[in-house]
């Protein structure tokens, strides 16, 4: 049974940072592409940032959040980061893990979700 769990959500400030975790079991981790998503209340859920499982791990990001949020992985541990820096009212969200066997698709969802954890970040 494939399980995304994600960490590391809370409050933050405007301007400041938070990092999120995702631990995945069940699935062969290094031959999936790994992604976030966010969902803001009373919005879509949106794409945020995804990386390949390629060796180097091609990255790509949501053009609200490129150059404040990096996206990690840690084939060895099963895990994938988002460290979010810079954060603005907006990012306040629900934020989901992601894993999917094609890169192109994760850009628009993936096979396996986590149950997400909240962001806010106040003013």
């Known amino acids: 049974q494939v399980q995304l769990v994600e960490s590391g959500g809370g409050l933050a400030q405007a301007g400041g940072s938070l990092r999120l975790s995702c631990t995945a079991s069940?699935?062969?981790?290094?031959?999936?592409?790994m992604g976030w998503f966010r969902q803001a209340p009373g919005k879509e859920r949106e794409f945020v940032a995804r990386i390949s499982w390629y060796r180097g791990g091609t990255t790509a990001y949501a053009d609200s959040v490129k150059g404040r949020f990096t996206i990690s992985r840690d084939n060895a541990k099963n895990m994938v980061y988002l460290q979010m820096n810079s954060l603005k009212p907006e990012d306040t969200a629900v934020y989901y893990c992601v894993a999917d066997l094609s890169f192109d698709r994760i850009a628009v969802g993936g096979d396996y979700w986590g149950q997400g954890t909240q962001v806010t970040v106040s003013y």
């Open positions: 069940g699935l062969t981790f290094g031959r999936y592409h």
